[in-house]
């Protein structure tokens, strides 16, 4: 059996090549250019968006990270007593680090946010800033005398003697500073 064939003018439609007909193929094609253009410069922004949050997110996990681990160390070098000391390894992430005498607060600060941590011992910043791949702790008698809270290098890290500053028994703590003592 055979199919029948259609009409003679519905082919001349679908095959004719007349100047209207091209132009608006033309118009058509270019309405579909623009709509694809659109839609991946939509899909660009979002993607850009979701990068950055990502991007965020790690950093602020890395911060997190690396103060749960200083605090730690920070803990176990107090406990352990003089001679003990740690280096750190830290994320190329800039960030600061602030201590809280009255609350013992360890805090580290990001960007846009900061993450504390309690902690069992005085801990004494001798940098609070500028840290780059490395942090460095070490036992040290804190003065209880003097300084800004046990947030500079100024607040009496005790010498040979185990006195802090204004000669008074200094107690024991933990010192973090950037450069290696």
């Given at each position: 059996m055979q199919l029948p064939r259609p009409p003679r003018?519905?082919?001349s439609f679908f095959l004719s090549s007349s100047r209207p007909r091209r132009g608006q193929l033309?118009?058509?094609w270019l309405m579909l250019l623009l709509l694809a253009i659109s839609l991946l410069a939509i899909a660009s922004v979002a993607i850009s968006n979701a990068?950055?949050?990502?991007?965020?997110?790690?950093e602020r996990n890395m911060l997190r990270m690396e103060l749960e681990e200083m605090g730690h160390y920070a803990d176990e070098i107090c406990v352990m007593g003089a001679g003990n000391a740690?280096?750190?390894?830290l994320a190329p992430v800039a960030f600061n680090l602030s201590y809280d005498e009255t609350s013992h607060n360890l805090t580290i600060?990001?960007?846009n946010f900061a993450y504390s941590r309690t902690q069992l011992c005085p801990v004494e910043l001798a940098d609070s800033n500028g840290y780059a791949d490395r942090a460095y702790l070490q036992y040290a008698e804190l003065g209880s005398a003097g300084g800004?809270?046990?947030?500079?290098?100024?607040?009496?890290?005790g010498g040979p003697s185990g006195t802090g500053a204004a000669g008074q028994a200094g107690r024991p703590g933990t010192?973090?500073?950037?450069?290696h003592p």
């Open positions: 003018q519905l082919l033309t118009a058509e990068s950055a949050a990502q991007t965020s997110l790690a740690r280096t750190v390894a600060r990001g960007r800004n809270g046990g947030t500079s290098a100024s607040s009496g890290i010192s973090i500073s950037k450069s």
